[in-house]
């Protein structure tokens, strides 16, 4: 009795927004200059650390962020950054006129801000004893393989390989495309790190390592984890359907009336680029 659906934005669905940092710290009071210009210059080092973050991917919104929903990306040319001085009369004035459209054009009036330049100062000023960031690997299937699950293709088969809705806009439609979810890749990859932690340190401290790494329901290390895995599209997805039958597991043989097939990915070939995100993971070093 624990069914249940979930509505989402399909991958590929556009947005446009708009951030804004603004300096209200400003002041007549010489004694309480110094301190509010020291904290705009500490929120504004946030301000800078957000956009780098947005344009690698590493902010999600939404739902369920550590099965890999709700990352957004930014294709080169969708982020324009402006700084407007607004203690004179021509930066005060562009402000106020800022164009409607989506994105800044050459007549804002603003000083261009280029992420490159951002990232360079925040690669040095980061000091933490941590490391964050997005791993991309490649691994390539040895025999069938099928994550069964809801299928809007027009597959023949009881157990069909799962896709997910992908909006178009060049087509001006949905699309659905085969994927592996990104919570078959984190499972896998949980239950090894969970070998691998259990050799170290034993039971007790390996199940206290997974709720880290990988977040937990309930618990001393309830809440998200570190470790996000996406989906990954499959594009290269030749189905075959193959025929079964339910097996008796005390005689041994068919079950009646129990005749059903399945429709798996059959190509040892099949090549999976496999992303990883992971945020603050601590070093340490195990002897």
Not at 18 to 30: A, G, M, R, S
């Amino acid at each position: 009795g624990g069914k249940y659906d979930e509505e989402i934005v399909p991958s590929g669905a556009k947005f446009s927004f708009e951030i804004t940092l603004d300096n209200d710290w400003n002041t007549k009071k010489e004694s309480e200059k110094a301190e509010k210009e020291a904290n705009f210059e500490a929120c504004k080092a946030l301000f800078e650390k957000i956009l780098v973050s947005l344009n690698h991917s590493q902010i999600a919104i939404g739902g369920k962020q550590n099965s890999g929903y709700g990352r957004i990306a930014f294709n080169d040319g969708d982020i324009t950054i402006r700084d407007f001085d607004l203690t004179t009369q021509q930066g005060h004035e562009a402000y106020l006129n800022l164009t409607r459209k989506p994105t800044f054009d050459a007549n804002d009036g603003g000083t261009e801000i280029t992420l490159k330049s951002l990232e360079q100062e925040i690669i040095k000023k980061n000091q933490e004893n941590t490391v964050s960031g997005q791993l991309t690997l490649t691994f390539e299937s040895v025999g069938p393989l099928l994550i069964a699950g809801v299928n809007q293709n027009d597959v023949d088969a009881d157990l069909a390989f799962v896709s997910t809705p992908y909006f178009d806009y060049k087509q001006k439609q949905v699309t659905y495309k085969q994927v592996i979810p990104g919570t078959s890749f984190k499972g896998a990859i949980a239950h090894r790190v969970f070998d691998i932690a259990n050799v170290l340190y034993g039971d007790d401290k390996a199940c206290a390592v997974i709720d880290k790494m990988f977040g937990a329901i309930s618990g001393q290390y309830q809440g998200e984890g570190h470790i996000s895995v996406l989906d990954t599209e499959l594009k290269k997805s030749d189905e075959v359907v193959v025929q079964h039958v339910a097996i008796d597991r005390f005689t041994g043989g068919a079950v009646d009336g129990t005749l059903f097939n399945e429709a798996p990915i059959w190509d040892k070939n099949v090549e999976v680029p496999l992303t990883l995100y992971f945020k603050k993971l601590s070093i340490v070093c195990v002897k």
